[in-house]
């Protein structure tokens, strides 16, 4: 994104927490491409076919965004950030209702159990051990669980990451290694149970 258009995206933000209803329709067209590339990245992972298509998890993620008067936006930067996380969410909270369909959980209705259909169990499971597993990092080092949402959920470079963050790109990497190096061995255990 250009700086222009960065700085305008900072500028509406701050017009939308102020209670600007008309800045939210301006920002949509600045962020739409931007927020449908990470929804890609963050589907990749899921199996093809998956119910929940980018421009679901946009239209979603956005509506979530842009209604939180409270969160005071920064920059595109942060929105980005908040971005990645709040898809994240929307993901978990999918597969969290896949487990509880697996164990005959909730009076879903037929028409509700095939929203969650193309999601595996596996994958389900997967992703939650996942996100068990950043809730823990999290309590250790929080930004090493940011590097890993915007890097591994978001697709962000470490010159990326390290703009959201606002700090090095060689501090990105080195957290980047540590949690990564973490994560697979909480995963791992988690494996074997």
């Keep these: 994104m250009e700086a222009s258009a960065a700085g305008e995206v900072t500028i509406l933000l701050h017009q939308i927490r ?12 600045l962020v739409l491409e931007e927020l449908r590339n990470l929804a890609r ?7 093809p076919g998956h119910t929940l298509q980018p421009t679901a998890l946009v239209n979603e993620a956005y509506l979530r965004l842009v209604s939180d008067q409270a969160r005071d936006w920064h920059d595109r ?11 994240k969410r929307i993901l978990i909270d999918h597969a969290r209702r896949k487990q509880a369909l697996k164990r005959g959980g909730g009076e879903q209705s037929l028409s509700d159990a095939g929203d ?5 169990y596996e994958q389900a499971d997967e992703l939650i051990a996942l996100d068990e597993a950043l809730e823990r990092l999290d309590e250790m080092n929080s930004r090493q669980r940011q590097v890993v949402e915007l890097r591994h959920f978001g697709g962000l470079s470490l010159e990326e990451t390290a703009e959201v963050l606002n700090v090095s790109p060689i501090t990105v990497k080195r957290d980047w290694v540590a949690a990564r190096a973490w994560l697979k061995g909480q995963l791992h255990h988690a494996a074997i149970r």
């Design 18 to 29: 102020a209670g600007s209803s008309e800045a939210a329709g301006k920002l949509i067209p």
């Design 41 to 47: 990245v963050q589907l990749r992972s899921e199996r």
């Design 77 to 87: 930067a942060h929105f980005i950030g908040v971005s990645v996380s709040v898809m």
């Design 116 to 120: 969650y259909a193309a999601l595996s």
